[in-house]
Protein backbone atom coordinates (compact mmCIF):
# COMPACT_ATOMS: atom_id res chain seq x y z
CA UNK A 1 0.00 0.00 0.00
CA UNK A 2 1.82 3.78 -1.05
CA UNK A 3 2.73 5.61 1.87
CA UNK A 4 0.78 9.24 2.15
CA UNK A 5 2.16 12.21 0.91
CA UNK A 6 3.20 14.66 3.32
CA UNK A 7 1.86 17.74 1.46
CA UNK A 8 2.65 19.89 4.48
CA UNK A 9 6.23 18.99 4.15
CA UNK A 10 6.54 18.77 0.33
CA UNK A 11 5.72 22.60 0.39
CA UNK A 12 7.73 23.08 2.68
CA UNK A 13 10.43 21.77 0.58
CA UNK A 14 9.14 23.32 -2.64
CA UNK A 15 9.72 26.94 -0.69
CA UNK A 16 12.90 25.99 0.82
CA UNK A 17 14.16 25.50 -2.99
CA UNK A 18 12.58 29.12 -4.15
CA UNK A 19 14.15 30.44 -1.19
CA UNK A 20 17.65 29.10 -2.04
CA UNK A 21 17.53 29.65 -5.93
CA UNK A 22 19.69 31.89 -5.48
CA UNK A 23 22.44 30.35 -3.47
CA UNK A 24 25.97 28.08 -5.48
CA UNK A 25 25.11 24.52 -4.94
CA UNK A 26 27.90 24.07 -2.73
CA UNK A 27 26.57 27.01 -0.50
CA UNK A 28 23.37 25.27 -0.88
CA UNK A 29 24.91 21.75 0.14
CA UNK A 30 26.56 23.48 3.08
CA UNK A 31 23.03 24.76 4.45
CA UNK A 32 21.19 21.42 3.93
CA UNK A 33 24.54 20.52 6.53
CA UNK A 34 22.89 22.88 9.05
CA UNK A 35 19.48 22.21 9.07
CA UNK A 36 19.69 18.80 8.53
CA UNK A 37 21.95 18.81 11.48
CA UNK A 38 19.64 21.03 13.24
CA UNK A 39 16.70 19.16 12.39
CA UNK A 40 18.55 16.09 14.88
CA UNK A 41 17.64 16.60 18.27
CA UNK A 42 20.93 16.34 20.72
CA UNK A 43 20.53 17.34 24.30
CA UNK A 44 23.24 17.00 26.29
CA UNK A 45 24.02 13.36 26.87
CA UNK A 46 21.60 11.94 23.57
CA UNK A 47 24.23 13.06 20.70
CA UNK A 48 24.20 9.76 19.22
CA UNK A 49 22.46 10.59 16.73
CA UNK A 50 23.70 13.75 15.11
CA UNK A 51 27.15 12.77 16.23
CA UNK A 52 26.41 9.63 13.40
CA UNK A 53 25.04 12.46 11.11
CA UNK A 54 28.06 14.24 10.79
CA UNK A 55 30.88 11.52 10.87
CA UNK A 56 28.81 9.95 7.66
CA UNK A 57 28.75 13.86 6.20
CA UNK A 58 32.62 13.92 7.02
CA UNK A 59 33.10 10.78 5.76
CA UNK A 60 31.31 11.39 1.83
CA UNK A 61 33.67 14.92 1.70
CA UNK A 62 37.43 13.18 2.15
CA UNK A 63 37.67 12.95 6.11
CA UNK A 64 39.17 10.36 7.83
CA UNK A 65 36.06 10.44 10.59
CA UNK A 66 34.68 8.65 13.66
CA UNK A 67 32.64 8.37 16.83
CA UNK A 68 35.76 8.60 19.46
CA UNK A 69 35.18 7.24 23.19
CA UNK A 70 33.29 10.21 24.48
CA UNK A 71 30.53 9.93 21.88
CA UNK A 72 32.03 13.31 19.85
CA UNK A 73 31.94 13.46 15.84
CA UNK A 74 35.70 13.62 14.92
CA UNK A 75 37.18 14.04 11.65
CA UNK A 76 40.36 14.77 10.12
CA UNK A 77 41.58 16.38 6.82
CA UNK A 78 45.10 16.69 6.14
CA UNK A 79 48.87 15.32 6.72
CA UNK A 80 50.74 17.76 7.46
CA UNK A 81 53.00 18.55 10.59
CA UNK A 82 51.33 21.31 12.16
CA UNK A 83 48.49 19.85 14.14
CA UNK A 84 44.76 22.55 14.41
CA UNK A 85 42.08 21.68 16.27
CA UNK A 86 38.44 23.13 15.43
CA UNK A 87 36.89 21.98 18.74
CA UNK A 88 32.87 22.95 19.06
CA UNK A 89 29.94 21.19 20.80
CA UNK A 90 26.78 19.66 19.23
CA UNK A 91 24.68 19.05 22.24
CA UNK A 92 21.56 21.83 23.01
CA UNK A 93 19.72 23.11 25.56
CA UNK A 94 16.04 21.50 25.79
CA UNK A 95 13.45 23.17 23.80
CA UNK A 96 12.41 22.58 20.58
CA UNK A 97 12.06 25.12 17.36
CA UNK A 98 10.34 24.18 14.38
CA UNK A 99 13.04 24.19 11.82
CA UNK A 100 12.55 26.07 9.16
CA UNK A 101 13.55 28.66 6.35
CA UNK A 102 11.96 32.56 6.78
CA UNK A 103 13.29 36.25 5.30
CA UNK A 104 13.09 38.75 8.12
CA UNK A 105 11.72 42.00 7.91
CA UNK A 106 15.04 43.14 6.66
CA UNK A 107 14.60 40.66 3.30
CA UNK A 108 17.40 38.09 5.29
CA UNK A 109 16.95 34.36 4.87
CA UNK A 110 17.34 33.06 8.57
CA UNK A 111 17.51 29.36 9.77
CA UNK A 112 15.41 28.78 12.72
CA UNK A 113 15.94 25.90 15.40
CA UNK A 114 17.33 24.98 18.52
CA UNK A 115 21.48 24.46 18.29
CA UNK A 116 21.62 26.77 15.05
CA UNK A 117 23.80 29.53 16.92
CA UNK A 118 24.90 27.56 19.83
CA UNK A 119 26.29 25.86 18.40
CA UNK A 120 25.99 23.16 15.92
CA UNK A 121 26.15 26.40 13.04
CA UNK A 122 29.49 27.25 14.51
CA UNK A 123 30.36 23.32 13.96
CA UNK A 124 28.89 23.11 10.77
CA UNK A 125 31.19 26.04 9.78
CA UNK A 126 34.13 24.53 10.45
CA UNK A 127 33.38 21.09 8.52
CA UNK A 128 32.64 23.51 5.75
CA UNK A 129 35.55 25.75 5.98
CA UNK A 130 37.98 22.39 6.30
CA UNK A 131 36.21 20.37 3.49
CA UNK A 132 37.13 23.66 0.50
CA UNK A 133 40.71 23.91 1.59
CA UNK A 134 43.06 22.91 -0.94
CA UNK A 135 45.68 20.19 -1.14
CA UNK A 136 48.76 22.40 -0.74
CA UNK A 137 47.09 23.56 2.68
CA UNK A 138 46.64 19.47 3.77
CA UNK A 139 49.80 18.76 3.13
CA UNK A 140 51.35 21.02 5.44
CA UNK A 141 48.38 20.81 8.03
CA UNK A 142 46.19 18.03 10.03
CA UNK A 143 42.72 19.59 10.40
CA UNK A 144 40.89 18.02 13.30
CA UNK A 145 37.19 18.80 13.74
CA UNK A 146 35.65 17.77 17.19
CA UNK A 147 32.22 17.82 17.48
CA UNK A 148 32.16 17.51 21.39
CA UNK A 149 29.43 16.21 23.43
CA UNK A 150 28.31 17.58 26.66
CA UNK A 151 29.10 21.07 26.49
CA UNK A 152 25.49 22.10 27.74
CA UNK A 153 26.10 19.95 30.89
CA UNK A 154 28.56 20.64 34.16
CA UNK A 155 31.08 17.32 32.76
CA UNK A 156 32.36 19.14 29.22
CA UNK A 157 32.89 15.09 28.40
CA UNK A 158 34.04 15.50 24.85
CA UNK A 159 36.13 18.27 25.64
CA UNK A 160 38.09 16.78 28.23
CA UNK A 161 38.15 13.46 26.57
CA UNK A 162 40.17 15.49 23.44
CA UNK A 163 42.96 16.71 26.03
CA UNK A 164 44.81 13.27 26.23
CA UNK A 165 44.14 12.46 22.51
CA UNK A 166 45.73 16.23 20.61
CA UNK A 167 48.27 18.39 20.97
CA UNK A 168 47.73 21.03 18.61
CA UNK A 169 50.03 23.97 17.26
CA UNK A 170 46.19 25.90 17.35
CA UNK A 171 42.97 25.53 18.74
CA UNK A 172 39.57 27.37 17.12
CA UNK A 173 36.85 27.03 19.91
CA UNK A 174 32.66 27.22 17.82
CA UNK A 175 30.96 29.33 19.48
CA UNK A 176 28.86 32.48 18.03
CA UNK A 177 30.96 35.40 18.07
CA UNK A 178 29.44 36.67 14.56
CA UNK A 179 31.02 36.32 11.72
CA UNK A 180 32.92 39.84 12.02
CA UNK A 181 34.62 39.17 15.76
CA UNK A 182 36.81 36.78 17.37
CA UNK A 183 36.28 36.13 21.27
CA UNK A 184 39.64 35.65 22.95
CA UNK A 185 38.07 34.87 26.41
CA UNK A 186 35.63 33.37 28.89
CA UNK A 187 34.81 33.50 32.27
CA UNK A 188 35.34 31.00 34.53
CA UNK A 189 32.18 28.96 36.99
CA UNK A 190 31.31 27.59 40.06
CA UNK A 191 27.91 26.08 40.80
CA UNK A 192 27.55 26.36 44.97
CA UNK A 193 24.95 23.52 46.40
CA UNK A 194 24.31 24.72 49.91
CA UNK A 195 21.86 22.67 52.15
CA UNK A 196 21.02 24.21 55.82
CA UNK A 197 18.45 22.20 58.87
CA UNK A 198 18.28 23.12 61.96
CA UNK A 199 15.56 22.04 64.76
CA UNK A 200 12.13 23.74 64.35
CA UNK A 201 10.94 25.80 66.59
CA UNK A 202 7.01 28.05 67.15
CA UNK A 203 6.77 31.00 64.70
CA UNK A 204 5.93 33.08 67.37
CA UNK A 205 9.88 32.03 68.71
CA UNK A 206 12.81 35.13 68.26
CA UNK A 207 15.00 32.60 66.00
CA UNK A 208 15.53 32.78 62.25
CA UNK A 209 13.99 30.00 60.03
CA UNK A 210 16.32 27.81 57.54
CA UNK A 211 15.43 29.88 54.05
CA UNK A 212 15.97 33.35 55.92
CA UNK A 213 19.51 31.83 57.26
CA UNK A 214 20.58 30.96 53.29
CA UNK A 215 18.94 34.64 52.53
CA UNK A 216 21.24 35.79 54.71
CA UNK A 217 24.07 33.82 53.17
CA UNK A 218 23.54 34.82 49.33
CA UNK A 219 23.11 38.34 50.35
CA UNK A 220 26.08 38.19 52.50
CA UNK A 221 28.09 37.07 49.14
CA UNK A 222 26.44 39.63 47.29
CA UNK A 223 28.50 41.92 49.63
CA UNK A 224 31.41 40.25 49.02
CA UNK A 225 31.65 39.84 45.39
CA UNK A 226 30.56 43.96 45.42
CA UNK A 227 33.74 45.06 47.21
CA UNK A 228 35.85 42.13 45.06
CA UNK A 229 34.63 44.33 41.95
CA UNK A 230 35.29 47.71 43.38
CA UNK A 231 33.81 49.74 39.84
CA UNK A 232 35.26 46.77 37.75
CA UNK A 233 34.06 46.33 34.12
CA UNK A 234 31.90 43.11 34.01
CA UNK A 235 34.42 40.15 32.46
CA UNK A 236 36.91 40.97 34.96
CA UNK A 237 34.14 41.16 38.06
CA UNK A 238 32.57 38.15 39.92
CA UNK A 239 28.69 37.66 39.15
CA UNK A 240 26.55 35.84 41.73
CA UNK A 241 23.21 34.47 40.99
CA UNK A 242 20.63 32.78 43.34
CA UNK A 243 19.35 29.68 40.53
CA UNK A 244 17.23 27.90 42.85
CA UNK A 245 15.80 27.69 46.24
CA UNK A 246 13.42 25.45 48.06
CA UNK A 247 12.23 24.78 51.72
CA UNK A 248 11.11 21.40 53.84
CA UNK A 249 9.34 21.36 57.08
CA UNK A 250 8.27 18.34 58.42
CA UNK A 251 7.67 19.52 61.90
CA UNK A 252 10.78 18.52 63.59
CA UNK A 253 13.37 19.91 61.16
CA UNK A 254 13.47 22.44 58.53
CA UNK A 255 15.73 23.17 56.01
CA UNK A 256 16.59 24.91 52.83
CA UNK A 257 18.58 23.87 49.66
CA UNK A 258 20.13 26.79 47.03
CA UNK A 259 22.23 26.17 43.86
CA UNK A 260 24.18 29.83 43.39
CA UNK A 261 26.14 30.24 40.40
CA UNK A 262 29.15 32.00 40.25
CA UNK A 263 31.13 33.31 36.57
CA UNK A 264 34.76 34.63 37.72
CA UNK A 265 37.00 36.77 36.25
CA UNK A 266 40.80 36.17 35.31
CA UNK A 267 41.79 37.63 38.82
CA UNK A 268 39.69 34.47 40.64
CA UNK A 269 40.14 31.47 40.11
CA UNK A 270 37.35 28.62 41.55
CA UNK A 271 39.91 27.13 44.71
CA UNK A 272 40.41 30.98 45.18
CA UNK A 273 36.27 31.69 44.91
CA UNK A 274 35.62 28.20 47.65
CA UNK A 275 37.69 29.98 50.22
CA UNK A 276 35.93 33.11 49.89
CA UNK A 277 32.70 31.43 50.27
CA UNK A 278 34.11 29.36 52.90
CA UNK A 279 35.15 32.72 54.71
CA UNK A 280 32.10 34.48 54.49
CA UNK A 281 30.06 31.46 55.62
CA UNK A 282 31.98 31.30 59.17
CA UNK A 283 31.91 35.36 59.08
CA UNK A 284 28.32 34.70 59.22
CA UNK A 285 28.19 32.27 61.55
CA UNK A 286 26.30 29.52 59.82
CA UNK A 287 27.99 26.77 61.22
CA UNK A 288 25.46 23.99 60.20
CA UNK A 289 25.12 25.29 56.30
CA UNK A 290 26.84 22.69 54.20
CA UNK A 291 28.16 23.44 50.75
CA UNK A 292 29.46 21.34 48.08
CA UNK A 293 30.88 22.68 44.46
CA UNK A 294 30.04 21.60 40.85
CA UNK A 295 30.82 23.21 37.58
CA UNK A 296 34.41 24.31 38.19
CA UNK A 297 35.82 26.12 35.24
CA UNK A 298 39.10 27.99 34.96
CA UNK A 299 38.59 31.77 33.68
CA UNK A 300 40.55 31.90 31.17
CA UNK A 301 41.66 35.05 28.54
CA UNK A 302 44.03 34.81 25.56
CA UNK A 303 46.71 37.31 23.77
CA UNK A 304 45.32 39.75 21.53
CA UNK A 305 47.86 39.28 19.11
CA UNK A 306 49.13 35.33 18.04
CA UNK A 307 49.61 34.16 14.59
CA UNK A 308 46.16 33.01 14.92
CA UNK A 309 44.09 36.08 15.34
CA UNK A 310 46.54 37.74 12.72
CA UNK A 311 45.40 35.04 10.47
CA UNK A 312 41.53 35.91 11.05
CA UNK A 313 42.33 40.05 10.95
CA UNK A 314 43.72 39.97 7.56
CA UNK A 315 41.37 37.52 6.44
CA UNK A 316 38.48 39.69 7.47
CA UNK A 317 39.43 42.60 5.95
CA UNK A 318 40.03 40.62 2.77
CA UNK A 319 36.51 40.48 2.52
CA UNK A 320 35.46 43.81 3.67
CA UNK A 321 34.98 43.19 7.14
CA UNK A 322 36.09 44.92 10.09
CA UNK A 323 37.64 42.73 12.90
CA UNK A 324 36.25 42.95 16.44
CA UNK A 325 38.03 40.99 19.26
CA UNK A 326 35.58 40.21 22.48
CA UNK A 327 35.52 38.93 25.77
CA UNK A 328 32.57 36.72 26.86
CA UNK A 329 31.13 36.20 30.43
CA UNK A 330 29.45 33.23 30.08
CA UNK A 331 32.13 29.30 29.41
CA UNK A 332 32.76 27.77 26.77
CA UNK A 333 34.97 24.15 26.04
CA UNK A 334 38.10 27.14 26.10
CA UNK A 335 37.93 27.21 29.69
CA UNK A 336 38.65 23.47 29.85
CA UNK A 337 41.29 22.59 26.70
CA UNK A 338 43.00 25.84 27.16
CA UNK A 339 44.78 25.74 29.72
CA UNK A 340 46.55 22.69 29.35
CA UNK A 341 47.00 23.03 26.00
CA UNK A 342 48.62 26.05 26.12
CA UNK A 343 48.58 27.04 22.07
CA UNK A 344 46.92 30.21 20.66
CA UNK A 345 43.41 29.46 21.10
CA UNK A 346 39.98 31.58 20.24
CA UNK A 347 36.47 31.13 19.59
CA UNK A 348 34.76 32.03 16.48
CA UNK A 349 31.42 31.24 15.05
CA UNK A 350 28.22 32.96 12.90
CA UNK A 351 25.26 33.80 14.90
CA UNK A 352 24.27 36.19 17.87
CA UNK A 353 25.08 34.83 20.92
CA UNK A 354 22.06 36.54 22.89
CA UNK A 355 20.08 34.31 20.91
CA UNK A 356 21.32 30.74 22.87
CA UNK A 357 19.17 29.08 25.05
CA UNK A 358 15.99 31.22 23.49
CA UNK A 359 12.55 30.67 21.98
CA UNK A 360 14.11 32.72 18.73
CA UNK A 361 17.11 30.76 18.22
CA UNK A 362 17.96 31.67 14.47
CA UNK A 363 20.84 32.11 12.12
CA UNK A 364 21.31 34.22 9.29
CA UNK A 365 22.00 32.32 6.67
CA UNK A 366 24.19 34.67 4.68
CA UNK A 367 26.38 35.36 7.65
CA UNK A 368 26.88 31.52 7.98
CA UNK A 369 28.24 31.63 4.41
CA UNK A 370 30.20 34.68 5.53
CA UNK A 371 31.76 32.91 7.99
CA UNK A 372 32.73 29.65 6.35
CA UNK A 373 34.44 31.96 3.56
CA UNK A 374 36.45 33.79 6.35
CA UNK A 375 37.36 30.78 8.28
CA UNK A 376 38.49 29.01 5.21
CA UNK A 377 41.15 31.97 3.82
CA UNK A 378 42.14 32.85 7.74
CA UNK A 379 43.07 28.77 7.69
CA UNK A 380 44.93 29.20 4.82
CA UNK A 381 47.08 32.10 5.75
CA UNK A 382 47.41 30.52 9.28
CA UNK A 383 49.27 27.49 7.38
CA UNK A 384 51.24 29.53 5.15
CA UNK A 385 52.57 32.17 7.72
CA UNK A 386 51.88 31.05 11.39
Given at each position: ?????????????????????????????????L????????L??????V?????????????????????????????????????????????????????N???????????????K?????????????????????????????E??????????????K????????????????I??GY????????????????????D??????????????????????????????????L??I?????G??Q?C???????????L??????????????????????????????????????P??????????????????T??????????????????????????S????????????????????VL???????????
Amino acid sequence: MPCPLNTQGILERMNDLLLLEPYSATERDFIELLREAVKIQSLSTQEADVSRFFVRWMHKRGFKAEMDGAGSAVGVRGTGPKEIVLLGHIDTVPGEIPVRIERNDAGKLELWGRGSVDAKGPFCTFLAAVSLLPDHILERARFICVGAVEEEAASSKGAHHAISKFSPDHCLIGEPSGYDTITLGYKGRLVVKARLEKDNFHSAGNDTTAPEDMIRYFAALQNWASGFNDGQRLFDSVQVALQGISSSNDGLRQGCEAVIGLRLPPRLGPDEAMRELERVRLEQGLNALRISYTGREEPYRGAKDTPLTRAFRVAMRQHGITPQLTLKTGTADMNVVAPLWGCPILAYGPGDSTLDHTPTERLEIDEYLSAIRVLKDALERLVMTG
